[in-house]
């Protein structure tokens, strides 16, 4: 019997390498969001 196939193509664990790191990257671009909106604040409280 064939493999099932998902939607996008890729197999279990090509799915879980890219969730790894779509995770990491996720966290690392919100951490900079968080940082620049501190920064902001400190520079101008109620802009």
Known sequence: MAEAQS???LTEQQAK???EQFKTSYTAFV???????LLV???KPWF
């Not at 951490?31 to 909106?37: F, L, S």
């Open 17 to 19: 390498e890219f969730h």
């Open 7 to 9: 939607l996008s193509g």
């Open 41 to 43: 604040v400190a520079w």
């Open 31 to 37: 951490a900079a969001c968080v940082v620049a909106h």
